[in-house]
């Protein structure tokens, strides 16, 4: 048996050190390394598993050609020419019928490795005069907040929350979408600090918080704009740290003043004593830090939601102190942007949100999508308005390819299946969000069957279009180097990545805000209304927008990370239906008991799933994981039949937590 160090690329932010021991080419376990001391010897459930991925019956291992209706699953195994012949007539096809903006690429989060995304793939497309995807599932209004207030400014590292005296998880669970960060709250815990936990149900943490907010989803920017404005009308608020270090205070505190904590409370439903009691104790601790997760981002005031969260700590003098400030995602402050801009498409490129897939395939014209190719996403598992992602699937006159490791119900419906080897198959320039470390991790294994890297099936792409040019940094190793180049504190990178596998951007592991990182717009000040985003919201930054519930479709249905899955990857494994999680009083109010089934609809599609009463949930809030595939419904269609594809007020970001349902017992 030998060992092999690795790095995690998953969508999740803590990055893991791997060993993976493998013997005959073949992966016997994986364990949680050292290196990135964030993972202190242990990791998820998932990946100790990720075998089972790598294995398992539903591991795609060969190209296959469709011979049967779409969804059918019916294919043939081919080799790679003849697969790759079958793309390149697909997508001359559909450029020379409708121009080069009928293909659109597809990909989001099946891995954050710097080799598998933003890499060859776009240079392929953009060279190719494709669409563009704005990829916006996930983090796109929050990143348009964070980096219009702060610029890219490295947050809170998670290690340092053990010297907070007070932690707010705001719409964050770390205990199954960030594991790394639970031993670090309990010791924290241990020394004292308080815990304020902001979810409309009772996680992990809440269950053990000192404070519980459990407000109605989609109504943290009335709370935190009532918080920022009971600190100001207090005289609470900090007042040489603004005048130092922030713009637009006044202009803040005025839109701010519209919400009283009485107003806030009747908005979210927490109570006016739970808000003052939040303000008690973060006012009253130092170093208190605000752990910001995407629980708050998913709705329509998502984006002014998190930059008014992200005020709260500059308002209240937070800054300066280890443990203290705020982090949500690390990925901004560190990027090798100036190589990755070498791909960069025509800026007048057709650009399609991805959170509209069903909408682009089923109405767009001049040109219409004619040709989809899908790599690292799952889009009919994953994408709001799955009922009409799904009929833009079975359109007999699209040609799909999608690149992908397991039989997903997207790769069901393909014209061309290709295989894609794993982050234990190709080498990987891998990195998280919710850390600032870099790691250059080999194939542990070999490919399993036929599967190829997105960097092979790309540049071999390149080349058969003819569109690969004599400057391009062939291998993956130059590719890196590339990279590596042009990034800040590169060269110094490159080199430490070669001794021992891992380095650290420029900024440090374990940066304090507003002492050894300053934000990084135009002044170094902190923009409480940053004018881009104020122009970006449809009526302006920190307008709240009305919950859409209506009288036929009451609950808010939320559909949060579940422990075993990351988005839709792994849940092949998962037997057993989808359930739907109803809170007591909405329960008994339907005559619906633990089993039951239901129809959960509204006037955009419905799921039938068995129901679980749960007292986590607070009344008028019903819960459906993410993740679930198609085969876990009886009828075929999971949450994201019910997510509209409404955009958030920032980044044309997804609004999975808008959906409002009805439950009708079946
Ligand atoms: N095991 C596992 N880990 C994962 C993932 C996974 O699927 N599984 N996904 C990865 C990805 S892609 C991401 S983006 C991150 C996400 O990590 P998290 O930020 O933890 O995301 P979610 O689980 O979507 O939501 C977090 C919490 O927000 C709450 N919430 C829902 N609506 C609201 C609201 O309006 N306001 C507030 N305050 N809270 C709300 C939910 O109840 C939930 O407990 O996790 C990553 N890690
Ligand atoms: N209802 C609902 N839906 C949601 C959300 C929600 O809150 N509610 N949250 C959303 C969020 S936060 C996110 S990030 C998205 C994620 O949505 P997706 O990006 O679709 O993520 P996954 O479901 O993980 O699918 C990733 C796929 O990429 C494949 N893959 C992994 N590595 C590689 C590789 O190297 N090459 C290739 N070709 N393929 C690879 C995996 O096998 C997997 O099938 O889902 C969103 N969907
Ligand atoms: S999914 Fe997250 S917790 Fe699990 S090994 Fe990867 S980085 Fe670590
Ligand atoms: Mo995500």
């Not at 219009?148 to 964050?172: F, T």
């Not at 490919?447 to 058969?464: D, I, K, M």
């Not at 009288?551 to 988005?567: G, Q, V, Y």
Request: proline letters at 6%.
């Amino acid at each position: 048996m030998e060992t092999r160090r690795s790095a995690c690329p998953l969508d999740c932010p803590d990055a893991c050190t791997l060993h993976v021991h493998v013997e005959d080419g073949v992966v016997r376990r994986i364990e949680g390394g050292h290196d990135n001391p964030l993972t202190a010897g242990f990791i998820c459930g998932k990946v100790r598993n990720f075998a089972e991925h790598v294995y398992g019956t539903e591991r795609v291992r060969a190209p296959l050609l469709r011979n049967g209706p779409k969804g059918s699953g019916e294919f043939v195994e081919v080799g790679w020419d003849a697969a790759l012949d079958a793309v390149e007539t697909g997508l001359r096809a559909s450029m020379e019928r409708h121009g080069p903006e009928s293909v659109l690429p597809y990909c989001y989060g099946g891995s954050n490795g710097f080799l598998t995304q933003d890499a060859w793939d776009l240079r392929f497309f953009h060279r190719l005069g494709a669409s563009r995807i704005l990829r916006t599932f996930c983090a796109a209004p929050s990143g348009r907040a964070a980096t219009g207030l702060y610029g890219r400014m490295a947050g809170v590292a998670l290690e340092d929350y053990v010297h907070a005296r007070c932690i707010v998880l705001w719409g964050v669970n770390p205990n199954a979408s960030g594991i790394h960060l639970v031993p670090i709250l309990k010791a924290a815990r241990e020394r004292g600090a308080k815990l304020i936990v902001v979810d409309p149900r009772r996680t992990p943490q809440a269950a053990l918080a000192d404070l519980h907010l459990q407000p109605r989803p989609g109504t943290d920017l009335p709370i935190a704009l009532a918080l920022a404005n009971a600190i100001f009308e207090r005289g609470a608020h900090d007042q040489s740290f603004l005048a130092t270090n922030a713009c637009e205070v006044h202009e803040f505190r005025q839109r701010a003043a519209a919400w009283s904590l009485e107003r806030a409370a009747a908005e979210s439903g927490c109570g006016v004593a739970q808000l003052e009691q939040f303000l008690g104790l973060y006012l009253g601790a130092n170093p208190a830090v605000i752990r910001c997760g995407w629980g708050p981002e998913r709705n329509r005031n998502g984006g002014s939601a998190t930059a008014a969260i992200l005020a709260l700590p500059a308002i209240a003098g937070k800054f300066g102190v280890r443990g203290g400030g705020y982090s949500m995602s690390q990925s901004g402050a560190w990027k090798p942007d100036s190589a990755r801009a070498l791909n960069a498409p025509a800026p007048n490129t057709r650009a399609i949100n991805m959170n509209q897939l069903g909408a682009a395939l089923t109405n767009l014209q001049n040109p219409p999508v004619a040709a989809l190719f899908v790599y690292n996403a799952n889009p009919l598992a994953t994408a709001p308005d799955q009922t009409r992602v799904l009929q833009g699937l079975q359109r007999t006159d699209l040609f799909t390819v999608v690149h992908e490791q397991s039989m997903t119900d997207t790769a069901l419906h393909a014209d061309v299946v290709l295989p894609a080897t794993t982050f234990l198959e190709h080498r990987e320039l891998a990195r998280g969000y919710g850390s600032l470390f870099v790691q250059d991790a080999a194939p542990a294994i070999p490919p399993v069957g036929l599967a190829r890297s997105n960097h092979a099936l790309f540049s071999e792409l390149l080349r058969r279009f003819g569109l690969d040019q004599d400057d391009d940094a062939l291998s993956e190793e130059d590719y890196l180097h590339q990279l590596l180049e042009h990034a800040p504190g590169g060269e110094r990178m490159a080199a430490e990545l070669r001794e021992r596998g891992w380095s650290i951007p420029p900024v440090g592991h374990t940066p304090v805000q507003f002492a050894e990182v300053m934000p990084l717009t135009v002044d170094g000040k902190v923009h409480l209304v940053p004018r881009e985003l104020d122009r970006e919201a449809p009526h302006g930054l920190y307008h709240y927008a009305q919950d859409p519930a209506t009288k036929a479709h009451p609950l808010a249905l939320i559909s949060p990370a579940r422990a075993d899955t990351i988005s839709s990857t792994f849940a092949q494994q998962i037997h057993g239906a989808a359930e739907v999680l109803v809170a007591p009083m909405d329960a008994a109010a339907r005559g619906l008991n633990t089993g039951m089934r239901v129809r959960v609809w509204n006037a955009q599609g419905a799921a039938e799933l068995p129901v679980r009463i749960s007292a986590d949930l607070r009344a008028g809030t019903v819960l459906i994981h993410k993740g679930y595939w198609r085969r876990h419904a009886a009828n075929g269609f999971t949450s994201n039949a019910l997510c509209p594809d409404t955009l958030a007020d920032l980044g044309g970001g997804a609004c999975f937590n808008d959906a409002r349902v009805e439950l009708t017992p079946l």
